[in-house]
Structure formats: C-alpha cells, structure tokens
Nanobody, 122 residues
Framework: QVQLVESGGGLVQAGGSLRLSCAASGRRFSINAMGWYRQAPGKQRELVANITNSNSTNYADSVKGRSTISRDNAKNTVYLLLNSLKPEDTGVYYC????????????????WGQGTQVTVSS
C-alpha cells in the first residue's frame, strides 16, 4: 500500500553538501516516524537521523552539527541535509518509515526504501 521513493544521492567532493529526499505514497495511511539509515561497505547499517510525527529529532553523533532532518507533512516527504561531507559519509542511504495503515483494521508497519548511493570523494 505504501512506497518510499528516495532521491538526491550522487557523487560529491569532500566539504560539499547533499539533500536527500524520501517521499511516501499510497492510500489510507499516516506516518508515525521517518528516518535515514546508511550502510558503508563492510559496516553495519546505522541510523543517521530520524524525526517523529511530533517533530522530535535524533541524530547520530557522527553527523550532529552538520545535518538537518525535516519533513513536509503535506507532501509526506522527509529531507536530510548533509553539510561538510566527509569520505566516511560514503554509503548507501536508506529511507525508513513507520507507517500506520488503515485497512479492515489499523496496522503499523515498517517500510524501507530501495536505497540511494552517496559517494564523497577526497
């Protein structure tokens, strides 16, 4: 019922910035929380940032002070702005959402996007 579509990844030089977008689409749903995770080669997937439906935010220590997560409720979209990018920011970034679905009943389910590659060159 719900799809997450990510965009904004690419190749950028160290010190540059990127803004990632993730849009949720479907019918009869509401978003409880959305966030971004990333996974570098040979490393575990880790939380980068998330935001709740009350606009409470959380950031990984590695990106605090140089990233901003925000959401546009009218567009069901979450954004992640990354500044002062470092080579260690390289990885596949995945959008994650906890979504309430209104069907015969009401269910909460976790969705993942396909992932978007971010490569930071030195």
């Amino acid at each position: 019922q719900v799809q997450l579509v990510e965009s904004g990844g690419g190749l950028v030089q160290a010190g540059g910035s990127l803004r990632l977008s993730c849009a949720a689409s479907g019918r009869r749903f509401s978003i409880n929380a959305m966030g971004w995770y990333r996974q570098a080669p040979g490393k575990q997937r880790e939380l980068v940032a998330n935001i709740t439906n009350s606009n409470s935010t959380n950031y990984a220590d590695s990106v605090k002070g140089r990233s901003t997560i925000s959401r546009d409720n009218a567009k069901n979209t979450v954004y992640l702005l990354l500044n002062s990018l470092k080579p260690e920011d390289t990885g596949v970034y995945y959008c994650n959402a906890n979504i309430k679905i209104y069907s015969a009943g009401i269910y909460s389910y976790e969705y993942w996007g396909q992932g978007t590659q971010v490569t930071v060159s030195s």
